[in-house]
């Protein structure tokens, strides 16, 4: 039977965990959380608990990942401690929207920016008019870049992983070194706008707003696990994925502080609060015209490399469903000549191809973030289900702080959750909906999976 290749070391895994994580979301969603919280020491509380609280995640799943360091992380996490059905429902919520959604969503960021430097050539903007049955479907610019995109980099992860892990390692590296010039520079020139992070707080509304912001963040986040997906490509598993989940977050937490603190620094949190850019915003405050738009050069690296890491990862979750009789048998296969799950980062790219030409994507992302939140408790409780249920089990990491640390990950989610279903209850109805739209599914594979 062939198998994928065990060729990433700790620095690969900490690289992949950064790349996974910072995209568009750091320059982009300033101003949708200071209307939820207009306060500036208390967005940036909320992105050091949001980092902390990712932190606590970490923890767990790299004592998880250690246990099962196979390809599919959470899929065999939720499997090992509640059965096939949760872990089936997660893989589905994966494939349906959650990392195809996701990669969609970051494709189509980046060919935004893109098209701010390379103005796509077309007629009433638009690249292509497509019939089809007498239905005409006519195709953006940002449309077209973004499944190329989507489809350049499926291939490049096909032809090996070591080819997929270069390209992600690169533009991860690029977009770190863009950002943290960026940090250093505008510490170095005389502020525009004056701190106010000790302000008078808000007369109400502020546990919700607190709640909105913390959930935008964990959006920021999101990626943070990818690694413990592609766990069974690692060297020395047990040893350099605790390491490398670790630093990569703390790492991106980090970055993400001392960005925010260079906004407020730029401009007043009203300003920034009007602006669906934030991050070009701010830079253009502090650098003048051509420093927004150097940020933007960087946005556009960074969006692509998070889209990178990404497909890089996420297909590897489709692999062991499919090997296990619960999805489609073909995506099972890893590809003989390259060592690659080729059928499932095919199967991957087509239908993340078709949310972005659709345009479906950004609702269907998010109604399923409530669901992705509730994967999370679940994943996050696996660890005191398999402490009670196998203590004798090898662990090579324990999570540090458990039960304490552990326990402030499930809480923290769970009270996230709860919060959203009331700020948001539209949206994670219809997540929900999206999840119990899974059991006819498992039902119908199920059955045909011999015993």
């Known amino acids: 039977m062939v198998e994928l290749v065990r060729g990433l070391g700790a620095w690969d895994g900490t690289l992949l965990v950064i790349g996974s994580v910072v995209g568009t979301g750091i320059f982009l969603t300033t101003d949708e959380m200071a209307r939820a919280l207009p306060h500036e020491g208390l967005l940036l509380l909320a992105w050091l608990a949001g980092g902390l609280l990712t932190l606590a995640g970490a923890f767990a799943y ?34 349906l929207v959650i990392f195809t959604g996701g990669i969609a969503a970051i494709a189509a960021g980046f060919a935004e920016y893109l ?29 077209v870049t973004a499944v190329a995109a989507i489809l350049a980099l499926t291939a490049v992860n096909w032809l090996g992983l070591r080819a997929g892990a270069t390209v992600s390692n690169l533009l991860t590296a690029i977009k770190v070194a863009a950002i943290a010039g960026f940090v250093v520079l505008a510490f170095a020139v005389p502020a525009r706008a004056p701190l106010a992070l000790a ?71 009203a300003e920034l609060a009007t602006t669906s850019r934030p991050g070009e915003a701010a830079a253009g405050a502090l650098f003048g015209a051509a420093g927004g738009r150097l940020l933007a050069a960087a946005i556009v690296v960074s969006a692509f490399g998070c889209l990178a890491s990404t497909v890089l990862y996420s297909a ?86 458990y039960p304490l640390v552990p326990a402030l990950f499930v809480l923290g989610l769970l009270w996230l959750a709860a919060n959203t279903a009331v700020e948001r209850p539209i949206e994670s109805l219809a997540g929900f909906g999206l999840l119990l739209a899974g059991l006819p599914a498992y039902g119908y594979w199920r059955s045909r999976r011999p015993d």
């Open 316 to 401: 590897r979750v489709y692999l062991p469903m499919a090997q296990d009789g619960l999805f489609f048998a073909a995506l099972g296969r890893v590809s003989p000549r390259h060592r690659t799950p080729g059928p499932s980062l095919w199967a991957q790219g087509a239908w993340a191809s078709a949310l972005a030409l659709t345009g479906t994507y950004e609702q269907l992302y998010t109604y399923v973030m409530f669901v992705v939140v509730l994967f999370h408790v679940a994943t996050g409780s696996a660890v005191f289900v398999l402490r009670r249920r196998r203590p004798t089990a090898g662990r090579p990491y324990r999570a540090w702080g």
């Open 62 to 95: 790299a004592e998880l990942g250690a246990m099962f360091p196979r390809a599919g992380g959470i899929y065999h996490f939720l499997a090992e401690a509640y059965g096939p059905l949760p872990a089936f429902l997660y893989g589905w919520c994966s494939f």
């Open 115 to 143: 098209g701010g430097f390379v103005q796509f050539a077309s007629v009433d903007n638009r690249l292509l008019a497509l019939e089809l049955g007498g239905f005409a479907w006519r195709l953006s610019g940002v449309q």
């Open 199 to 269: 302000a008078p707080l808000p007369a109400a509304g502020l546990a919700a707003g607190f709640g909105v912001a913390l959930f935008t963040v964990l959006w920021s986040f999101d990626g943070w696990y990818g690694l413990t997906i592609s766990a069974g490509e690692l060297r020395d598993p047990t040893r350099d994925l605790p390491r490398a989940l670790i630093w990569g977050t703390a790492a991106c937490t980090g970055l993400y502080l001392l960005v925010h603190l260079v906004y407020f620094r730029a401009l007043p949190l």
